[in-house]
């Protein structure tokens, strides 16, 4: 049974930083590229990083570039999200999420329909 769960959510001041993680159990995580999603309340769910399954090859949406890295140790089965310079924009639930075919690589990033497995999400919050 694969298992998908975020961590590191939460409210932070305008400017702030925060640190997301997912830890993934119940199949070879080294093999499968990972991303992570936010959605907005009764807006579609949008790719905002994905990394390849060796970590050597990342895409970042415009609006997060210089801000937020996403990064993988696929030694520990853990996805990491770190968020710089947070904007009030990037308020939303954020998602781990697991490419259901292993070693693929889509440029512009992972499409909804790529993926296998999703976390339950958590909330960022950005401002008062």
């Known amino acids: 049974q694969v298992q998908v769960m975020e961590s590191g959510g939460g409210s932070v001041e305008v400017g702030g930083s925060l640190t997301l993680s997912c830890t993934v159990s119940?199949?070879?995580?080294?093999?499968?590229?990972m991303a992570w999603f936010r959605q907005i309340p009764e807006q579609n769910r949008e790719v905002v990083s994905h990394i390849s399954h060796t970590g050597m090859t990342v895409y970042e949406i415009d609006s997060v570039k210089g801000r937020f890295t996403i990064s993988r140790d696929n030694t520990k089965n853990i996805l990491y999200l770190v968020m710089t310079r947070l904007k009030p924009e990037d308020t939303a639930t954020y998602y781990c999420?697991?490419?259901?075919?292993?070693?693929?690589?889509?440029?512009?990033?992972?499409?909804?329909?790529?993926?296998?497995?999703w976390g339950q999400g958590t909330q960022v919050i950005v401002g008062s």
């Open positions: 999420a697991v490419d259901a075919a292993p070693s693929r690589w889509r440029t512009g990033g992972l499409w909804l329909s790529d993926i296998g497995f």
């Open positions: 119940g199949l070879p995580f080294g093999d499968y590229g």
